[in-house]
């Protein structure tokens, strides 16, 4: 004789004690919380984001020749692609001096991604390039390159991923270099950046 299948119940709750048992000290009783009435003539606190005061408005003041351009990862992998020489077709997009810039965490997302890249590893170690020292902790260049372009508004950001170009936009005052018809682009950048200052 076979075993008697049972059918599985549904939506089954576990036994909870009760909180008027016995066996609960009044430690454990979960007291009720006692909310205020707020006061509507009561001031009110409100945390705002300190407004920068190299920013004239949208103008960055801090932004001007010689310039220095924050580079990601892809941006040196997708000028390989496009067969531009990363610091000559920079000066041709802006008419001016450009320092391009590499943090240890991008130079670092170059090494991992082992030898198929190392071409842009050597683009990337280039004596023309400035290195930035990173605090942080981890690999993941997004994030430091957010973090640094928040505290320093003098970096112009060269990249071509979508995700970090959404959340380098939602911060005023921060141009972006990206690559579009085989020559770079620069997005947001007013057109008295480049003028003479008399």
Known sequence: MGKQKKTK??????????LKDARLKDKDKSKKEVRKKEDPSEMKE????????CLFFQYN??????????????????????K?????????????????????????????????YRVAL????????ERLPCAHKGT?????????????????VATVDK????RIRKIPGVPIMYISNHKYN???MPDDYGAPRY
């Open 9 to 18: 119940k549904f939506a089954t709750m576990k036994r909870m004690i009760s």
């Open 46 to 53: 409100k945390e705002v984001p300190k407004y920068p005061s």
């Open 61 to 82: 003041t801090q932004l001007g020749p010689p310039y220095h351009i924050l580079v990601d990862t892809n941006f040196i992998n997708f000028s390989i692609k496009a």
């Open 84 to 116: 531009l020489d990363v610091v000559q077709s920079m000066m041709d997009c802006l008419y001016a001096k450009c320092i391009p810039c590499i943090t240890d965490c991008v130079l670092a997302e170059l090494e991992k991604l082992g030898m198929k």
């Open 122 to 129: 050597r683009i990337a170690k280039d004596p023309r390039f």
């Open 140 to 156: 993941y260049a997004d994030d430091c390159l957010v973090q640094r372009v928040t505290q320093h508004k003098c970096y112009i």
């Open 163 to 166: 995700d970090l170009k959404r």
């Open 186 to 188: 620069i997005e947001r």
